[in-house]
């Protein structure tokens, strides 16, 4: 079984990599390449948010909706970026907020 991926920020990822995942910290710029090496390596990426608020938003929705690899993006050590609001997006695709 393949190892899980992580990318985020340096102190994050030390400790992803002692459980075993592989992990990125990209530089400013290289989030979506970082992406792209993730998906293409692991089963499951974990992305951690301040990571995915600077990936271009047609691309990260197209990591989040794939089938494989599962694509999950996780809060950032020092919560300075918020995770999305998954309930308020579901209720803007059926159609039940104006």
């Known amino acids: 079984m393949s190892a899980p991926a ?9 400790g992803y990599r002692l459980a075993g995942a592989l992990v990125r910290s990209p530089r400013a710029g290289d989030e979506a ?6 998906c293409a390596r692991a089963p499951l990426v974990l992305v951690s948010a301040p ?4 990936i271009a938003e047609k691309v990260l ?4 909706s794939a089938l494989a ?11 300075d970026v918020p995770l999305p609001d998954l309930a308020a997006r579901l ?5 039940l907020e104006a």
């Open 33 to 38: 390449a970082a992406l792209a090496w993730a």
């Open 51 to 54: 990571v995915a608020s600077a």
């Open 91 to 95: 209720r803007g695709q059926l159609g």
């Open 6 to 14: 992580y990318l985020g920020d340096e102190v994050s990822a030390a």
């Open 61 to 64: 929705r197209a990591a989040l």
């Open 69 to 79: 690899p599962l694509v999950l993006i996780v809060p950032d050590l020092h919560g």
